[in-house]
């Protein structure tokens, strides 16, 4: 099992950036798979960005080059930079892990807030 904790999110104006954390409860080392994700009002949850068991990155098209995906280990937390936010960015932004235990289960955290209007 894992808990994750999101924070980080807020009201920007567009053109602004956040910083998301998402913090594990334990060693994401020992996780399969994490992601950011985010669903706005009215619309299905979609992948934003992530990592890949191999450690490679993928992003969504609509973000690429405008976020980063990052973790720190020792602190057992992963990072989503938002830059040059836009409107469309405005979602609530969920963090997932994927771990294997007999079969692969996933866990989501309870989700922050991200609103980018002027």
């Known amino acids: 099992q894992v808990q994750l904790v999101e924070s980080g999110g807020g009201l920007v104006q567009p053109g602004g950036s956040l910083r998301l954390s998402c913090a594990a409860s334990?060693?994401?080392?020992?996780?399969?798979?994490m992601g950011w994700y985010r669903q706005a009002p009215g619309k299905e949850r979609e992948l934003v960005a992530g990592f890949t068991s191999g450690g490679s990155t993928n992003y969504a098209e609509s973000v690429k080059g405008r976020f980063t995906i990052s973790r720190d280990n020792a602190k057992s937390t992963m990072y989503l930079q938002m830059n040059s936010l836009k409107p469309e960015d405005t979602a609530v932004y969920y963090c997932?892990?994927?771990?294997?235990?007999?079969?692969?289960?996933?866990?989501w955290g309870q989700g922050t807030q991200v609103t980018v209007s002027s």
């Open positions: 997932k892990a994927k771990i294997f235990e007999s079969v692969f289960r996933a866990y």
């Open positions: 334990r060693s994401i080392g020992s996780i399969y798979s």
